[in-house]
């Protein structure tokens, strides 16, 4: 059996498949074993970026902010951020979008830097939704690339945005206009917009200032 082509064909196959699972799972499994998950809490807490998105949407949508989150604080975001993340599952946003950039076929210049293990390491990715459908881009660098009135925008209706898009309506996340979106509304812009954040190569918010020390100075 294994002297013909067929036996050499599924001996190799095997062998591929040995490979890949120990460079792709065990190796990695290995090096980052010791490696602690982080909570949202801890990712909210030492994530300027995202405190910053956070914050302009409450000065971007006062009433909504203040009805569904009251103050931009960073327990609010975690909560956000965790409720953000629910409703990209629930609504099936995986299914057309990855989270991983792939080291092949230059995909970094078209979603930025390829993704790193140590990315993948916190309860938000649990599970992790690479994915292998990309009917819409890869997702895991989206944050900062748009504002947040580009993403409410988009996500209720996303031809006002890309004109051939087909990406379905959400108007269930906002009461009743674009620029009202609701509890979940906000928590998704606030998801879409944590990812890719811990990244060096994020939009410059180095000169970030808490909000309220910004409204002092008007």
């Known amino acids: ?11 190799g196959g095997l062998g591929f498949f040995a490979f890949a699972f120990l ?11 010791d490696l602690p998950e982080q909570t949202t809490a ?24 203040k009805q569904h989150f009251g103050e931009p604080t960073t327990d ?25 950039v792939r080291p092949v076929s230059r995909e ?3 979603w930025g830097p390829v993704s790193a293990t140590w990315e ?7 599970p ?27 996500f209720y209706r996303p031809k006002l945005t890309s004109a051939a898009s087909p990406m379905p ?10 620029d009202k979106p609701n509890r979940r509304g906000l928590a998704l812009i606030t998801y879409v917009q944590w990812l890719g954040s811990w990244l060096e190569s994020y939009p410059d918010y180095e000169a970030y200032q808490p909000l309220a020390e910004r409204l002092k100075e008007k």
Not at 23 to 32: D, R, T
Not at 42 to 65: D, G, H, I, W
Not at 170 to 178: I, M, Q, V
């Open 1 to 11: 059996m294994f002297e013909g082509k067929s036996g050499v064909l599924l001996v």
């Open 23 to 33: 460079s792709n799972a065990v190796v990695p499994m290995l090096m980052y074993r």
């Open 42 to 65: 801890e990712l909210v807490a030492k994530n300027s970026n995202l405190m910053y998105q956070f914050e302009e949407l409450s000065y971007r949508y006062p009433e909504q902010f």
């Open 76 to 100: 609010q975001c975690a909560e956000a951020l965790r409720l953000g993340r629910q409703i990209y599952v629930s609504e099936g946003c995986w299914h057309c979008h990855s989270q991983f």
């Open 108 to 110: 970094e210049d078209r």
């Open 120 to 126: 993948y390491q916190n309860e938000l990715q649990r």
């Open 128 to 154: 992790v939704m690479f994915g292998t459908r990309r009917v819409g881009p890869d997702l895991c660098r989206e944050g900062g690339r748009r504002s947040n009135d580009w993403h409410a925008a988009h």
């Open 169 to 178: 309506e959400y108007p269930w996340l906002f009461d009743g206009a674009p």
